[in-house]
């Protein structure tokens, strides 16, 4: 992890909050994967519960989200006006330092709106955020299966083992 911060809703809800500079070439899923073991060590009285997908993408993550629909230099090229569209590319949320990153839901819209289909959502993600919140939903049922009577730890301890 390369920065972490912790952020509480107005309901109360905290969240960790991390970023990962992804000079190693690692998948987005195992930079999850590596953070929510990360957490667990840290802490271990908690466990991830759920992933929050940022919208602001580079091209090339752009492309990838695309799922083999447009390359990231068919967006670049889109990016630059090269290729003829109805409409202009999405302009950059962030344009600082010889960095530009984009809003995926504006690339997404703009990509359908040249015919192209595309993923409404990133499934990869959409994936672990489900698994982690399953997960932890397993782990808060273990350790409640300790406080229940027996008759009922039985029966719990009957599926945990099957």
């Not at 957490?39 to 271990?44: D, G, R, V």
């Not at 230099?73 to 630059?80: D, I, M, V």
Request: net charge negative; hydrophobic share 40%; glycine share 8%.
């Amino acid at each position: 992890m390369d920065s972490v911060g912790v952020v509480s809703a107005p309901d109360g809800t905290g969240y960790l909050m991390c970023t990962v500079d992804d000079t190693t070439g690692s998948s987005f899923t195992d930079a999850a994967v590596q953070i929510a073991v990360q957490l667990h060590h840290l802490i271990p009285t908690r466990w991830a519960t759920g992933l929050i997908i940022e919208d602001t993408v580079s091209l090339s993550e752009a492309a990838r989200r695309t799922m083999g629909v447009r390359s990231k230099q068919s967006l670049r090229q889109l990016a630059a006006g090269e290729r003829r569209s109805k409409q202009p590319f999405p302009a950059p949320v962030i344009n600082a330092e010889g960095y530009r990153l984009y809003s995926w839901a504006a690339i997404a819209n703009h990509l359908r709106s040249l015919g192209d289909e595309v993923p409404a959502t990133d499934s990869e993600g959409v994936l672990l955020d489900r698994m982690l919140a399953g997960r932890a939903a397993a782990h808060e049922a273990s350790r409640a299966a300790g406080r229940l009577p027996a008759e009922e730890r039985k029966l719990w301890q009957a599926l945990d083992s099957a």
